[in-house]
């Protein structure tokens, strides 16, 4: 299993909870979330933010018009999130940083 560990993530959410009035912002790991839950939580979400995984498939279940954060290690490239995205008319950012970890060249 990959390590998907944002160091700073909680800074991050505080960060959005005071940048932006009237926003809830709710943490998830899909892998413990059914699938309906799944579904529901991105039909009415507004931002989408996270890494890039199996997760972000959820993504055909968006309403046009969200914000589609996909965060991703410096220099590995994926396009199959960015196109889904196009695909259903959601607003999509890609965020680069961090270390690509051990499999830095791959």
Request: aromatic letters at 8%; charged letters at 30%.
């Amino acid at each position: 299993k990959l390590n998907r560990n944002m160091v700073n993530e909680n800074d991050l959410i505080k960060s959005i909870e005071r940048s932006i009035q009237n926003i809830y912002v709710r943490r998830v790991e899909l892998e413990s979330v059914p699938m309906n839950e799944q579904i529901e939580l991105f039909q009415t979400s507004d931002i989408i933010i996270g890494m890039h995984g199996a997760g972000m498939a959820n993504l055909i279940w968006a309403r046009s018009g969200t914000t589609v954060i996909e965060i991703f290690p410096k220099t590995k490239r994926r396009y199959s999130f960015r196109r889904i995205s196009a695909l259903v008319g959601l607003r999509y950012i890609e965020y680069r940083g961090g270390s690509d970890g051990r499999d830095e060249d791959k």
